[in-house]
């Protein structure tokens, strides 16, 4: 008996329990209360839930701090900056130890927006910024060319500029009107917040528009696989990410490599930027002047982009 | 005992803080999408198809269709595969084979979506670009994959349903002089339809709510399909699609759409519960 | 006309086999593809080295840390929160119209689709709180996402515990909370860890959330503010952009293997508790 009289059974200990519990017994038996404070508390917290969403919800987010030393470098934005960025990145995490560089996808619409809120130290972007976007740094780092891709066995290999607006206005919809077997075509492009498809946009569609009809796909390397798949597609990639898995058509003639782009018999190119609110410091400088450098434009140059000096 | 009290207060503060959570994303998300829907007009952002957020044109109803077709395909490719595996396995299995497979369904309900997704990608969209026709990234091929995904989920709820009904009522319909397939069509399988209806309802729940694997292999076109083989973009698909870079009245729209998905989720849940209810 | 029941016994029995054969192929040969192109990827090398080139080459180190440190800080969260809740709505209140309208809130947000919680982390957390894409927004967001199965599970649990435990103990002079810590707790213990062990799966193959919150960084997290890719992001990323077919096998592999293990343990678990009350 002992041992329970330890633990808290026998009946002192039961009498002791008995004057101080009494009220929690009985209050699990007194109907109506939701809870023990019950409803002025969930008032209370409602009130304050409803107060804590539309501050939320009204103002605009504060101003992201700048990178403090713990916190890494945020990139974030164009999937076809994107692993141009890794690649730079990678170098420079390797030759400065102690550097954290991240780099995020999204697409360039995105990566403007992360820059402007502060999500984001940079975002890049490759197309122009808009008018609504103009208060922002921009830094160019690289030119970059549009490729229209089709896959390897499409016979095709020039297409004029006129005949890709009608196939991505939706006008022309079969291989037959390019003398091609009759088959549909599969028309690719990107989702409206990439800066590739604006920048195609501008470049081919003019004042038309893409059909809605068309496949959408969020990044290149979508674009690219699907193209790389698929017969009957078409689509368009940055050029600098174009590889054998896929073929890119001339365009009026014009073969899309580098050097058509140096010297701007190529007409489809658009210019890769770093966006930021305020001047770049500090980490985002360091590597900024890192992807102007002579080293870094190389790199560049290296994996099929043109320098911006160019 | 003061510990007593002050151990209750710290758990209606977890409790609070817990539904306060939950509380505030309905809240978050009703606020900021509340507004779309006064600007553009409930009528007009349901039923108009035109999605041109850029351009202000804010109309989700090709996007609704999509949904409820890709659902309705999934239900209707799923639900006659899973409740033919339920009453197989619930009636005129050997328990043995039953022990072994119910649990390997549901561990069979982890395997995430983004892998359902990739095989589709592989297989079965190139299987229907080049048998059937169209880019082969179509309404049918999310149907598919999606009617898959939801096998697991209505196999193991119907096997329960079918289980939870008494011997007594099998026993009777034997006695009675019935086959042991007239007992379960007509006897078990009614006894059972209300967990079978529970079942479907949230296979169509997990349905609608998809994302990755429709991004995947439905084609994300924006346009309404008029056959199978069309390209579709589903609710999900597009919120994902634009919610990176979405501001101001365009993130309005997402948030209204996810207005959207919570009701029609909270209709699917109601349905169930007033069904089981029921009985 | 009307079929002796005995020919249409044996043609719905063969229907039914036949659909349920169709039905356990299909599922059959998903495992089977991820473990027959998957399984040769597991090297120690493809599990211990970070992903090199984008995920072209290398392991998946980095991804297989930030998923382990993302889902332990969900689970973290959530698990006090969603225990707590339910032990007050099961021990200490009354059933009423307010739990009632609690728990269909719950559910009802058990079923939002993911990629809403996706939306509301990435607006809340990755911009307005200015986390960034981050493994505390991935946290956090996750927490919200399992947090009603949790409640629900562990609601269950302790429902489940019988009336008279609790008669006993109140009998033999304990008070409310020593009921609760010492006797229904320890009860409903597997049927909580089974709930906390399920969110653990579905955290792990959750990648629309994930994608927006947390990220798709190479490097391996270190910091909460660090932004990393779990195993699901990274292998969404390798498929989609077709960078890597046995990565994207391999990572594929070692995500479905941890989920069917984490499932497993939550199943027998269960079953351990379904024994102890039957």
């Not at chain 1, 820059?115 to 922002?136: F, I, N």
């Not at chain 1, 020039?158 to 991505?168: A, F, P, T, W």
């Not at chain 2, 939870?164 to 006894?191: K, N």
């Not at chain 3, 996706?118 to 709180?129: A, P, R, S, T, W």
Request: proline share 5%; charged share 15%; aromatic share 6%.
């Amino acid at each position: 008996m002992g041992h329970l009289r330890q633990i808290g059974y026998g009946r002192e200990n039961c009498e002791q329990r008995q004057a101080a519990a009494p009220l929690e017994v009985s209050r699990r038996r007194r109907p109506g209360r939701g809870g023990l404070l019950g409803r002025p508390a969930l008032i209370a917290l409602a009130a304050l839930l409803v107060a804590l969403a539309s501050g939320c919800g009204s103002e605009p987010g504060a101003p992201g701090a700048a990178p403090a030393g713990g916190r890494p470098l945020c990139i974030a934005g164009s999937t076809s900056v994107e692993p141009f960025l890794e690649k730079l990145a990678e170098l420079y995490m390797r030759e400065h130890r102690g550097a954290r560089i991240d780099v995020q996808g999204g697409g360039s619409s995105a990566g403007v927006y992360a820059a402007h809120q502060g999500a984001a130290d940079l975002g890049s972007c490759s197309r122009e910024l808009t008018e609504g976007e103009k208060g922002l740094v921009e830094i160019p780092i690289a030119y970059d060319g549009i490729a229209v891709i089709v896959h390897p066995s499409n016979p095709m290999t020039d297409i004029s500029l006129e005949k890709l607006r009608q196939i991505y206005q939706g006008t022309m919809t079969d291989w037959r009107s390019l003398s091609l077997p009759p088959h549909s075509i599969d028309l690719i492009t990107r989702e409206e917040g990439s800066g590739t498809r604006n920048a195609f946009e501008e470049l081919v569609m003019g004042e038309h528009e893409i059909t809605p009809g068309a496949l959408v796909q969020d990044s290149n390397g979508a674009v690219r696989e699907l193209v790389s798949t698929d017969p009957y597609s078409i689509g368009y990639i940055s050029l600098g990410l174009v590889d054998p898995s896929v073929k890119a058509l001339s365009i009026n003639g014009v073969k899309p490599d580098p050097d058509n782009i140096k010297n701007h018999s190529y007409k489809l190119v658009r210019r890769f930027l770093l966006i930021s609110r305020l001047a770049p410091t500090g980490q985002a400088k360091a590597f900024i002047d890192f992807i102007l450098s002579p080293q870094g434009q190389k790199i560049l140059e290296q994996e099929g982009l043109v320098g911006i000096s160019e | 005992m003061n510990q007593g009290k002050f151990i209750e207060r710290v758990l209606l503060f977890l409790a609070l803080s817990a539904i306060g959570c939950l509380a505030l994303i309905t809240i978050f998300i009703f606020k900021e999408g509340m507004p779309l829907i006064w600007h553009t007009g409930l009528k007009d952002f349901l039923f108009s198809s035109h999605w041109a957020p850029t351009k202000g044109y804010f109309g989700i109803g090709a996007m609704i269709i999509s949904s409820l077709l890709v659902t309705l395909g999934a239900l209707v490719l799923g639900v006659p595969l899973a409740l033919a595996c339920a009453i197989v396995l619930a009636e005129f299995s050997p328990p043995r084979l039953k022990t072994i497979l119910k649990p390997t369904l549901e561990l069979l309900a982890g395997i995430p979506s983004v892998v359902y997704g990739f095989l589709g990608v592989i297989w079965l969209v190139p299987l229907i670009r080049d048998h059937l026709g169209g880019p082969g990234l179509s309404l049918l091929a999310g149907a598919i994959i999606l009617g898959i995904m939801i096998l697991p989920t209505v196999i193991s709820i119907s096997i329960d349903a079918l289980d939870a009904v008494p011997d007594l009522y099998r026993d009777g319909s034997i006695a009675l002089g019935a086959t042991q397939w007239q007992t379960v069509r007509r006897v078990v399988v009614p006894a059972a339809s209300s967990g079978i209806v529970t079942a479907v309802i949230l296979g169509m729940g997990r349905a609608v709510g998809e994302t990755m694997a429709v991004i995947m292999v439905a084609g994300n076109a924006l346009k309404i399909p008029t056959s199978v083989l069309d390209p579709v973009r589903t609710l999900t698909s597009n919120i994902a699609l634009e919610l990176g870079y979405a501001s101001g009245r365009h993130r309005e729209a997402l948030f209204a759409t996810g207005i959207v998905l919570f009701v029609i989720i909270m209709i699917l849940n109601l349905s169930a519960t007033l069904i089981t209810r029921r009985r | 006309m009307r079929l002796d029941p005995r020919i249409s016994q044996t043609l719905a029995k063969t229907v039914l086999w036949a659909f349920t054969g169709i039905t356990l192929m299909i599922l059959l040969f998903i495992i089977v593809n991820i473990a027959v192109k998957g399984l040769p990827q597991l090297t120690p090398q493809f599990l211990s080295h970070n992903p090199e080139d984008m995920g072209r080459a290398g392991g998946i180190f980095s991804c297989i840390v930030a998923t382990v440190y993302i889902t332990v800080l969900a689970i973290v969260l959530a698990s006090p929160l969603g225990v707590g809740t339910a032990i007050y709505l099961t021990e200490y209140t009354l059933e009423s119209r307010i739990t009632r309208v609690i728990r269909f809130g719950a559910e009802c947000l058990a079923g939002v689709p993911s990629i809403i919680l996706g939306l509301f982390g990435f607006v809340l957390f990755v911009m307005k709180l200015g986390f960034g894409w981050s493994v505390l927004s991935g946290g956090l967001t996750l927490a919200i996402m399992v947090l009603p199965t949790i409640i629900r599970t562990s609601e269950e649990a302790i429902k489940a515990v019988p009336q008279e435990y609790r008669q006993v103990c109140l009998s033999l002079g304990l008070s409310q909370w020593q009921t609760v810590t010492r006797i229904v707790l320890p009860s409903a213990l597997p049927g909580i860890t089974t709930g906390i062990m399920l969110s653990v799966g579905r955290s792990i193959g959750e990648t629309a959330v994930l994608l927006f919150t947390a990220g798709a960084a190479l490097r391996t997290p270190l910091s909460l503010f660090d932004s990393g890719r779990t195993m699901a992001v990274h292998f969404y990323i390798l498929a989609r952009e077709g960078l890597s077919m046995p990565n994207a096998y391999g990572t594929a592999a070692i995500l479905v293997i941890s989920i069917l293990l984490i499932n497993l343990t939550a199943y027998t678990l269960m079953q351990r508790l379904m024994k102890r009350y039957s």
